[in-house]
């Protein structure tokens, strides 16, 4: 239980005899307390609902907390997104540059190589001869022939992974 506890106040009698506060030789000295009677302990008013303004500026100042932490995610999340988006588009652009390295390096070592054959083409003592129609060798086709009977046609599985791209 609290008291409210009211320091004593001197008298106009005993006003004279305190030292005021201009002489040197005052000192504070603590006032004694009286005593309270539990009949003198008041009650506080209980406090009255906020007024309809205030409580529409919490409303709203709950409302742009809740939207800023939720935006702050979403930069977050974005942000987060876009730095991984880049990581990975650069490892897969090193590859790309990476074949098209290679790919350079074959078109340069298969042209070496013609310009290697067509050198010991020319040289005299060589068993390479140009191509000429009479030197061509044609080949017969096959003749067609009959599938063999199917006992009975199995039904055809779909496949798993895509054929092409």
């Known amino acids: 239980m609290s008291a409210a506890l009211k320091p004593s106040v001197p008298s106009k009698r005993n006003r004279s005899r305190l030292p005021s506060a201009n002489s040197a030789s005052a000192q504070r000295q603590p006032v004694p307390l009286r005593s309270v009677n539990s009949t003198a302990v008041r009650r506080l ?3 009255d609902a906020p007024p309809r303004w205030l409580r529409s500026l919490i409303r709203v100042q709950q409302a742009s907390l809740i939207a800023t932490f939720t935006l702050a995610g979403a930069v977050l999340l974005v942000y987060g997104w876009t730095v991984y988006a880049q990581q990975l588009w650069g490892k897969e652009y090193q590859k790309l540059e990476q074949l098209r390295r290679s790919e350079r390096q074959m078109t340069t070592n298969g042209e070496i ?8 083409a020319g ?4 068993t390479l001869v140009p191509q000429t129609p009479d030197s061509l060798i044609f080949l017969k086709p096959a003749p067609a022939r009959n599938p063999p009977p199917a006992a009975s046609p199995a039904p055809q599985a779909s496949p798993i992974a895509p054929l092409g791209y």
């Not at 190589?113 to 010991?120: C, E, M, S, V, Y």
């Not at 040289?123 to 060589?126: E, F, L, Y």
Request: proline share 20%.
């Open 123 to 126: 040289r005299p003592g060589t």
């Open 113 to 120: 190589l013609k310009n290697k054959i067509a050198d010991q």
């Open 45 to 47: 008013p209980s406090p």
